[in-house]
T-cell receptor
Framework: DAGITQSPRHKVTETGTPVTLRCHQT?????MYWYRQDPGHGLRLIHY???????DKGEVSDGYSVSRSKTEDFLLTLESATSSQTSVYFC??????????????FGPGTRLTVL | DAKTTQPPSMDCAEGRAANLPCNHS???????VYWYRQIHSQGPQYIIH?????ETNEMASLIITEDRKSSTLILPHATLRDTAVYYC???WGSGNTGKLIFGQGTTLQVKP
C-alpha cells in the first residue's frame, strides 16, 4: 500500500471552530488531493496540489483552504466549521507519468463531525 | 471531462465473472477510462485504466468498444471480497492536474 496517512482519523468539533486535517505521504508523489464523501454524492474534489505551494480549487472548495509547504504534507483547513462540513474526508496522491496521471492512491479517511 | 452512466447496483455469484458496464458517449479522443472501487468505509482503490485498447492486469480486464462510447470492467472470478462500489471515470490522461470526477458508481454485491 502507498504510504499515506491522515490525521486525525476521527474528530468531533463544534460549529464555528477552526479545524485542520493533515495528509502525510512517504511516496514523494507530486500531486495531492482532498476529497469529501457524503451519502448520495459520492466523492467530490475540494482542493488539489500539483507541487509545493501550488494549489487549486476543486468542485466544492467554498469554506476550505489548503496549504502545501512540503512535498509530503497537504493540510486542509476549515476556517470556521459548519454542520454542512460533517463528512468523511479522503486524501489522495498521484505521480504524473505517461498514461498514469490519474492513478491515485487514497488514504484511510478522516471522519469529521461538526455539532 | 465526459460524463459516465453506470447501473446503480448489480449482483454476482461468487466464482462467476462480474461484468460491470459503463456508458461514456461524450468521451473525447484524449480521455482515458479509469475504474476505481471502494470497499465499505475505505478509501477508493485504483483498478485499471485504458484509452483505446483492451487492458488486463492482475485485478481485472477492461473492454472498451471500438467507438469508445462504452466500456466493461470484468472481474473474472468474483469473490466476496469484491463486494464494493465500482466507479467508472473518464478524464484526461496527460493533463497537469489528474483531477478525478467521481459519480455514484455501481454497487456490486457478490453472493455466496
Amino acid at each position: 500500500d502507498a504510504g499515506i496517512t491522515q490525521s486525525p482519523r476521527h474528530k468531533v468539533t463544534e460549529t464555528g471552530t477552526p479545524v485542520t486535517l493533515r495528509c502525510h505521504q512517504t511516496e514523494n508523489h507530486r500531486y495531492m488531493y482532498w476529497y469529501r464523501q457524503d451519502p448520495g454524492h459520492g466523492l467530490r474534489l475540494i482542493h488539489y496540489s500539483y507541487g509545493v505551494k501550488d494549489t487549486d480549487k476543486g468542485e466544492v472548495s467554498d469554506g476550505y483552504s489548503v496549504s502545501r509547504s512540503k512535498t509530503e504534507d497537504f493540510l486542509l483547513t476549515l476556517e470556521s466549521a459548519t454542520s454542512s462540513q460533517t463528512s468523511v474526508y479522503f486524501c489522495a496522491i498521484s505521480e504524473k507519468s505517461s498514461g498514469k496521471n490519474h492513478e491515485q492512491f487514497f488514504g484511510p479517511g478522516t471522519r469529521l463531525t461538526v455539532l | 471531462d465526459a460524463k459516465t452512466t453506470q447501473p446503480p447496483s448489480m449482483d454476482c455469484a461468487e466464482g462467476r465473472a462480474a461484468n460491470l458496464p459503463c456508458n461514456h458517449s461524450t468521451i473525447s479522443g484524449n480521455e482515458y477510462v479509469y475504474w476505481y472501487r471502494q470497499i465499505h468505509s475505505q478509501g477508493p482503490q485504483y483498478i485499471i485504466h485504458g484509452l483505446k485498447n483492451n487492458e488486463t492486469n492482475e485485478m481485472a480486464s477492461l473492454i472498451i468498444t471500438e467507438d469508445r462510447k462504452s466500456s466493461t470492467l470484468i472481474l473474472p472470478h468474483a469473490t466476496l471480497r469484491d463486494t464494493a462500489v465500482y466507479y467508472c471515470i473518464v478524464s484526461w490522461g496527460s493533463g497537469n492536474t489528474g483531477k478525478l470526477i467521481f459519480g455514484q458508481g455501481t454497487t456490486l454485491q457478490v453472493k455466496p
